[in-house]
């Protein structure tokens, strides 16, 4: 082979290996651009049971085993579900010991593995809480979406009945509407009807477009459909509780809702205030080169090249900034997030209290991960809802129920379980 020969075969070899590099970058800004958008269930850490009996779990010492806070554990795709309490003993270095706190199920933990149930409470409000409910459909831009419907308490001696106030919950990405079941039992004391909302691509309801998550900037249609929703049937005034993502869906009802003028106040546990900063967040802690998750980004947001992700639209990340929030926020917020938060960062959160101190009131948790405030301290949880929402009432003029604050947590971790009970996971 002559000299030039040579050349020749390796400019052809080089540009073969600079077009698969390429392509091979082009795939893996693909894949790391999907994943936040792609909507699947979160997978719930693992656990092994090693011994049970009706007192105590002994499990495999683990960060999930050991994870701060009361949380369930279910067995068998929720055949099996328990109520856990804190950790009781320390036997060997590879174990934990913690107590039960109440059985939700007949059948009892045996040694295998397990999965944790960060929201409690399983099942619909019936089995959670033995509180009736109807099962309602909310009309959509897209479609519908099943929801739970949750009649508040009867109204105090001689007071006004406060079931014109609606409570909207939102749950967070990759959740279900049981993340309400923890504040439900507050809400339902208060007299406040609650409306536990699933909104596009959720498991039941209907798909957006392009069967993709939009982390906010569209799902708020789903909200303002159940805003309007309640005022067809006697909402006067809209409380929106958001969990993460369900708090910037909160967020983005309240700065373009057409019924924003009935919301009265938002309560938002760890919510997703920036994207921009989240995402970043998430590719470092996975290691994403910086040159393909900026890759990433642009393939989201830009207009023709978010195509190449599938999604019909881009993602509107420069609307979901703390900047941007600070400037369109109208309404009255109540922010609680924990400084350990690994998930959604804490300091966009501070950051708007920050900049907003007319009208987002901060309360920052210590050890809590993310979303887990109530798990940590249930009753501490509850009165910082329950003094927002007194608060709230007496300034703007719509009734609650008295609830004494030395009652709460409203129902305890420990309470027995209800007739229809149930671990499963809906």
Known sequence: MTKASR?????????????????GAAAAATMVARAPLTPVASEPPLLTVQHADVHC??????????????FGIRQQGGAVHARIGDIIAKPTPTTVVRRILAADTREHLAPGPAARNGLFWAGTPMHAHGMPFQDVTIDSPVGSMPSWLVLGAAPSAGGPDPARTWAITIHGHGSVRGEGLRALPLLHALGLTTLMVSYRNDA?????????????????????????FALRHGA???????????????????????????????????????????????????RVPQPLALAARSLMTHPRWSRS???????????????????????PTLLIHSRE?????YEPSRLLAHSRPDLVHLRTWDMASHTREWNLDPARWESQILTWI??????????????????LPIRQPSAPAQPLSSGRRL
Do not use: K
């Not at 390796?10 to 390429?22: D, E, K, N, P, R």
């Not at 779990?57 to 009361?70: D, Q």
């Open 7 to 23: 050349i020749a075969v390796a400019s052809t070899v080089g540009a073969g290996a600079f077009a698969l590099s390429a392509a």
């Open 57 to 70: 779990v002994t499990l495999t010492a683990s960060r999930a085993a050991e994870w701060p806070g009361v």
């Open 204 to 228: 039941g309801a209907a798909p957006s477009p392009d069967r993709l998550l939009h982390l906010g900037a569209q799902e708020w249609e789903d909200v303002d459909a159940a805003i309007a």
């Open 236 to 286: 006067r005034c809209i409380l929106l509780i958001g969990f993460s993502m369900g708090g910037a869906i909160a967020l983005r009802t309240s700065f373009f809702s057409e019924h924003r003028d009935v919301i009265d106040s938002l309560i938002l546990d760890a919510p997703a205030v920036d994207w921009e900063v989240i995402l970043e967040h998430h590719t470092r802690l996975r």
């Open 309 to 331: 992700v599938r999604l019909l639209e881009p993602i509107l990340l420069n609307e979901m900034t703390t900047d941007y929030a600070a400037d369109a926020l109208r309404h």
């Open 341 to 345: 938060d690994e998930v959604v960062p």
């Open 390 to 407: 007194q608060q709230r009432s007496a300034g703007a003029g719509f009734p609650i129920n008295r609830v004494d604050p030395s009652a």
